[in-house]
């Protein structure tokens, strides 16, 4: 007799409004929309994916020119007109081009931040909980001493080696989040390893190989995908923190928003909106990508459906 396997993403368990037939992804993505969270964090992020794609669309400026930099003073900020919506920043630049371009910044870093600390920690995560045994035990002890070094801290110590440079906070970011995701999605596929039809393959005698890629490691990247979407929200504080500390890219002509915050240190007297906007503009960019990956993380653990 042939035992079928359930499919990749198939629910391994049983929920309170699971339906026979359908697989998690699919009822996490009903649930999803009944989630008033869920859609509020989806609204910032089309927001912040709107504004920075479209860019060179909704301003008339390039970033970083100065070109109205005469009109800056130590004791004066030219305020918003009918030139400049938001006004000038220090450097007599637009402000409200440097938020917009500086919005695309965060999300081209974000982005590919977190995909090479999901592609790198991923890999790790499968050898660990897929060999297990030896290799399970070194990956996860250097997964442990990363974990015991903050984040940001590791963030810095790697840009700062690489060089001040976009390639650097990249790579950095990206690497502070290898350990998280590896100890994570080892975590998942162990806890699948364990299930019914796991075990039900290995006894017709399926191949490892085929059980771990084919089955074990679909049904165990829910939750990888939800922590993914949260890394994005840290990602994007954690550009804004390596550019304030000055480790962010060193061209003039880049929008970034943890510059727009260093630069606005000695004007927030005489005009703080130079350090509001873009401290808002982080906030609520990073509070839209949390909401939804919360949302998600919940919706993709059959223990929390009701």
């Known amino acids: 007799m042939t035992i079928p396997l359930p499919p990749a993403g198939a629910a391994s ?20 929309r009944r989630q008033p969270t869920a859609l509020v964090g989806l609204a910032i992020i089309a927001g912040f994916l709107l504004v920075a794609v479209a860019a060179p669309l909704l301003t008339p400026y390039s970033p970083g020119t100065g070109q109205w930099s005469g009109q800056v003073t130590p004791s004066s900020v030219p ?14 630049s ?8 500086g919005a695309r910044q965060s999300l081209v870093y974000g982005v590919v931040a977190t995909a090479i600390g999901v592609t790198a920690g991923g890999f790790l ?35 700062a080696v690489l060089g001040q440079n976009a ?28 299930s019914d039809y796991v075990l039900a393959a290995e ?26 979407t949260l890394n994005l929200a840290t990602a994007i504080i954690e550009v804004a923190a ?7 890219s060193s061209d003039p002509a880049v929008a970034e928003w943890g510059r727009m915050l ?6 927030f007297q005489v005009a703080p909106q130079l350090a509001l906007l873009p401290g808002l503009a982080i906030a609520v960019t990073a509070l839209g990508f949390t909401l939804l990956g919360e949302s998600l993380r919940e919706a993709l653990d059959p223990r929390s459906r009701r």
């Not at 368990?13 to 992804?25: C, K, Q, R």
């Open 242 to 248: 390596l550019s304030f500390l000055g480790l962010g």
């Open 13 to 32: 368990g049983t929920g309170a409004d699971h339906e026979p037939g359908v697989s998690i992804t699919r009822a996490a993505f009903r649930q999803l």
């Open 203 to 228: 006894a017709i005698g399926i191949r490892r190989r085929r059980i771990v890629l084919g089955h074990i490691f679909p049904n165990a990247l829910g939750p990888t995908l939800a922590q993914a």
């Open 79 to 92: 305020g918003p007109s009918s030139e400049h919506w938001l006004g000038l920043d220090r450097f007599g």
């Open 167 to 194: 390639y650097a906070i990249m790579i950095a970011i990206g690497a502070a989040q290898v350990p998280i995701i590896a100890r994570l999605l080892r975590s998942s596929m162990l806890s699948q390893a364990r």
């Open 94 to 101: 637009d402000l409200w081009t440097q938020l917009v371009y």
């Open 125 to 159: 995560g499968i050898l660990a909980g897929g060999l297990g045994g030896w290799v399970d035990t070194v990956i996860m002890r250097i997964v442990d001493i990363l974990l015991s070094v903050p984040s940001l801290l590791l963030a810095v110590s790697i840009a």
């Open 262 to 267: 260093v630069a606005a240190q000695d004007r």
